[in-house]
């Protein structure tokens, strides 16, 4: 489990304000999002309709399904598998740092819709790099023998060992 980076934290709250235009609740990161309620409305405004229905006040286990609804939203938004969270890590403060990782995989993901015009969080999305080589390129590379490739014994000897069996002396 990675330590929690609160600067990182107070980027993510921010950008979620700036996406949302709304105020946030005041409070820690975990506070404001552990009810999943702004987590749902942030994932509707980046593409509307992802979570239907959300609850805004209620028992703990209807809280939780807000949570769970916006990972699925997530999800399918483009945050890949291993930077999703848990529901637990978020309603039970168990890994805040998972949670900021898929927040920030989420605000990644946005660079991939042309639809969202808001701001961008996190590093940018790596775009694709491909290399054309002749035959005659990759004939040279593969049949090349790189400098210290094959191996060297010089200077190598057993002058000053001694006899066999004999125990060496510093």
């Not at 969080?121 to 390129?137: L, V």
Request: aromatic fraction near 6%; include cysteine; proline fraction near 6%.
């Amino acid at each position: 489990m990675a330590p929690r980076n609160i600067e990182q934290e107070k980027e993510i709250l921010e950008w979620i304000e700036v996406v949302m235009e709304e105020p946030l609740p005041e409070g820690e990161f975990a506070d404001v999002l552990q009810n999943g309620v702004v987590l749902c409305k942030l994932i509707n405004k980046l593409a509307p309709g992802s979570v239907k229905k959300f609850k805004e006040k209620g028992p703990a286990f209807l809280l939780m399904e807000n949570v769970q609804s916006f990972l699925t939203a997530a999800k399918k938004y483009g945050v890949p598998d291993e930077e999703v969270f848990q529901t637990p890590d978020l309603f039970e403060a168990r890994n805040l740092s998972q949670v900021a990782l898929c927040i920030f995989s989420l605000g990644r993901a946005t660079q991939k819709h042309p639809e969202f015009t808001g701001p961008q969080i996190g590093p940018k999305m790596a775009t694709k790099n491909e290399r054309n080589f002749s035959e005659e390129q990759i004939r040279q590379g593969r049949d090349a023998t790189i400098g210290l490739q094959s191996g060297t014994n010089v200077g190598a000897s057993q002058a000053g060992l001694g006899g066999m069996g004999n125990t060496r002396h510093m």
